[in-house]
């Protein structure tokens, strides 16, 4: 057996050289003999390469067939035709393999014939022309050279007959809840579906069957379309769709929802005018286009001008108040509708009119008490403690709040400093300062701030501390 199986030739050997190929087996004994010496003058013309040596395999009378095809088996059947598929024999041997021969013959006899008039050349064939109902064996042949192999037969007779499949609605998913369309659109819907021998489909509404003027129905073996060219109000509703495969059937439900404009509001009042403002009220459409409504849209026009403009849109309740409306003027007010397919075409509009009268105004001051802003004397910042040296000058700062306004006293050891020139006062928007000029050693002690008038007085103190300067080295040397 070769490592690899040698490929199936295109040209095949007719039979009557076949038979003249058998006729010198029974006598092998030339191939012992030293002919090929002799011969291989006319091996030697490598000119011809490896095609010759096949050929010439014929001339020695040793060529053998193949070994018989494996794994023979039915791929599929229908009513009258039957596939089936092999595998190349394990032996093929130097020759090749020129093809196959697929032989049947009806189940209780041995009549075999061949269904192929050319050898097969692949490992699948399909028998075709065969009777619904009959039971029948098959075999294959390989045949090369050699001749013809042994064959592989089907281990049980075939039924031809289509294989029975479970018939199975395939429903898309955006079918499976609801499909919505507008009136007048093209309903175009495929609904695909396995099953063998080809389903049987049938479609319903209500339980009763499809108008051909309104809804077509074309089917194939795969899948099933339903179409409405232009869809209308009636279309909408439950359909079914019905497969059956001999015994076995599948439902599915499709439901068609056709929708389109809603009509106006039944009707619009207006039930109050106070100051800049009206209430509406109105009543839900009679036609709500097959759909629920969404939401209303108000408007509004002044009888001067006649101009509409929207003050509500999406608005969900059935009443509204309008405001900010202009004193003097006459109002006429209307409500459209509204659903997923849009804003009805008319609106219901207020029969009576709103006017916005016009009032006197006249201006009344508020009463208005004034505040007492009469107030102790309080400081808000304290004097600091302080230290500084003779003869440079320094400053406390202090700050008070009161009213009427305090008078401001500064005291050196609880003695009033008066209008002293060493010291200098000052008071501006309740900053009160004192400043120390050129301090010498008598001016340390406590200084006191006093602020008072007609409501109390407050009084703060600080400790100034006056030190004598460094001395340098130099000096005391």
């Known amino acids: 057996m070769p490592s690899k199986p040698a490929p199936i030739k295109k040209a095949a050997k007719k039979e009557p050289e076949k038979k003249e190929e058998k006729a010198p087996e029974p ?6 003999e ?3 010496v002799e011969e291989a003058p006319a091996e030697a013309a490598p000119a011809e390469g490896e095609a010759p040596a096949e050929g010439a395999a014929p001339a020695e009378g040793n060529v053998e067939p193949t070994s018989a095809p494996v794994d023979l088996f039915v791929e599929d059947k229908n009513d009258n035709s039957v596939t089936i598929i092999w595998s190349q024999p394990e032996t093929i041997g130097d020759s090749g393999l020129d093809g196959y021969v697929i032989e049947v013959c009806k189940d209780g006899t041995e009549d075999w014939k061949a269904v192929n008039e050319d050898l097969q050349k692949s490992s699948r064939y399909v028998i075709k022309n065969q009777t ?10 390989a045949v090369n050279e050699g001749g013809r192999s042994p064959p592989v037969t089907l281990p049980e007779p075939v ?14 998913r955006f079918l499976r809840q609801r499909y919505v369309a507008h009136v007048g659109e093209k309903v175009n819907l495929t609904i695909p579906f396995t099953g063998k021998p080809k389903p049987e489909v049938s479609w319903t509404k209500k339980g009763a069957a499809l108008d051909p003027k309104r809804v077509n129905i074309r089917s194939t073996e795969r899948d099933s379309i339903l179409f409405i060219r232009s869809a209308e109000r009636d279309d909408s509703g439950v359909y079914e769709m019905c497969l059956k495969v001999e015994g076995f059937e599948d439902k599915v439900s499709l439901t068609l929802q056709i929708v389109e404009l809603p009509g106006p509001p039944a009707s619009v009042k207006i039930v109050d005018t106070w100051g800049f403002n009206v209430a509406l009220e109105w009543t839900a459409p009679k036609d709500n286009g097959n759909t629920e409504i969404t939401g209303y849209t108000i408007q509004k026009a002044d009888k001067k001008t006649g101009d509409w403009f929207t003050v509500l849109e999406h608005y969900h309740r059935l009443n509204a108040t309008i405001s900010d409306l202009i004193m003097g003027n006459t109002y006429k007010f209307r409500v459209f509708s509204e659903n997923k397919v849009g804003m009805s075409e008319s ?17 009344k001051p508020l009463e208005y008490k004034e505040h007492d802003f009469n107030e102790a004397p309080k400081f808000t910042t304290s004097l600091s403690d302080r230290a ?25 050891n609880q003695m009033i400093i008066g209008d002293d020139p060493k010291f200098r006062q000052i008071c501006v928007q309740g900053i009160c300062s004192l400043e120390i000029r050129k301090p010498g050693n008598f001016d340390g002690g406590v200084y006191s701030c006093r602020a008072k008038n007609d409501h109390g007085e407050a009084i703060i103190s600080c400790k100034l501390d006056v030190k004598q300067p460094a001395v340098p080295d130099a000096d005391k040397k």
């Open 27 to 32: 006598a092998p004994e030339p191939a012992p």
């Open 34 to 36: 030293p002919a090929p």
């Open 132 to 141: 619904t109902g009959d039971r029948l064996k098959i075999r294959v042949v």
């Open 159 to 172: 039924l031809v007959k289509e294989v029975a499949d479970r018939p199975k609605i395939r429903m898309p």
């Open 347 to 363: 609106a219901a509009v207020t029969k009576e009119e709103a006017k916005i009268l016009k009032t006197g105004i006249d201006y």
């Open 388 to 412: 500084t040296t003779v003869g440079y000058s320094t400053k406390l700062l202090c700050s008070v709040r009161g009213f009427p306004k305090p008078k401001i006293e500064w005291m050196k």
